[in-house]
């Protein structure tokens, strides 16, 4: 059996409980496997069959368990599977066992917004570096998470592709993003940002049945970091890379779950050093790199402007624009600027560099 091959936990998002949400669906390609940052096929050799852990069956295509070599995997749609605490540990399991295949980690994370700011008369881009990172602990150290998004691609910015299997039925192969909620937040105990609350309901987040279904943070980070001590640590293709969008927040939350909910180092050199002892590999920060390529157009927008302005593939414009669909676009924003914006040395050289905290 697949891994994927039952409908998974209702998703928390008010979507009907439909199983998985499909964030993108472009037409079939000829040939070739998934679909590239800009919505296009890509054409891999058939060793690629390798790297997809995933059993026979009857009548499925070359490449996947079968033995005649594989030339054409059609996925068709991407998807974004709904992580509770029903099946986070099962979904956590498959994200481990892809990673050398697929070492490349985008994420991004919502929460409650910001409740503590700036001084008075002071704006964000007024500060340090130093107090930047002071405000960013503040916030982290006292709102829980609300989602996490993580999209896994490889070097070529191919996604892990999956047997689709919606409502029972099998409807071809889609990539595949993941999407979690968290229950740690309780909007009526804990300190929250109104307008932020409001923005995440309207884009359907359902606070209750996240207290209810949703993984604790405290859980989903014991697992992660099982995870993480096996995961590709080497050099090469296999090393393993974080990427996020105007990281500071996104990583700030993974270091924060990573170490059991304990407060963020006090400096700002101090968290540094804690990305890479806990997260491993490379962290890059794709809104840095935008903001430094060269490009006039990709400095000072956001995520979905830079996206739209590389020629990136978007979500459908009634999706809802939350964890998982943004970590989709970051993965996008990152491959297209890594491989086709910047040269290969110029794009190591923002290894570290994380947007806000330079």
Request: hydrophobic share 40%; aromatic share 10%; with cysteine.
């Amino acid at each position: 059996m697949f891994p994927y091959g039952a409908p998974r936990p209702r998703p928390l998002r008010n979507n009907g409980g439909a199983p998985p949400m499909i964030l993108y669906s472009p037409p079939p390609p000829y040939g070739g496997i998934g679909y590239g940052p800009f919505g296009g096929p890509i054409h891999l050799p058939p060793p690629y069959a390798a790297a997809l852990p995933y059993p026979p069956y009857y009548g499925g295509p070359a490449g996947f368990g079968n033995t005649a070599p594989m030339h054409a995997v059609h996925a068709v749609q991407v998807q974004l599977q709904s992580v509770t605490a029903a099946n986070f540990a099962a979904e956590l399991d498959i994200i481990g066992s892809l990673l050398p295949s697929y070492p490349y980690v985008v994420v991004d994370t919502e929460y409650p917004g910001t409740v503590h700011r700036p001084p008075a008369g002071r704006r964000d881009g007024d500060l340090s570096p130093d107090e930047r990172y002071a405000l960013v602990k503040a916030n982290v150290d006292e709102l829980p998470i609300v989602q996490l998004g993580v999209t896994l691609c490889d070097a070529h910015g191919n996604l892990p592709c999956v047997p689709d299997y919606r409502y029972g039925y099998y409807h071809g192969y889609a990539e595949r993003a993941w999407e979690v909620d968290f229950s740690d937040f309780d909007v009526g105990r804990d300190r929250h940002a109104a307008q932020s609350v409001a923005f995440l309901r309207s884009q359907g987040v359902d606070f209750d049945a996240a207290r209810a279904h949703g993984v604790s943070s405290a859980a989903f980070g014991a697992k992660l970091a099982e995870i993480l001590t096996s995961a590709p640590r080497g050099a090469g293709d296999v090393e393993l890379t974080w990427v996020a969008f105007g990281g500071a927040y996104d990583l700030a939350y993974l270091v924060k779950m990573l170490d059991g909910g304990q407060p963020l180092p006090e400096t700002r050199q101090g968290f540094v050093a804690r990305v890479r002892e806990l997260l491993g590999g490379r962290v890059f920060d794709a809104k840095f790199m935008a903001e430094n390529c060269g490009r006039a157009d990709l400095r000072d927008v956001g995520l979905r402007s830079v996206a739209a302005n590389l020629g990136a593939a978007m979500p459908a414009e009634d999706l809802p624009w939350l964890a998982g669909t943004k970590s989709v676009t970051a993965y996008r924003i990152h491959t297209i600027l890594r491989l086709h914006v910047l040269s290969q040395d110029t794009a190591a050289g923002f290894e570290g560099i994380i947007d806000g905290l330079q």
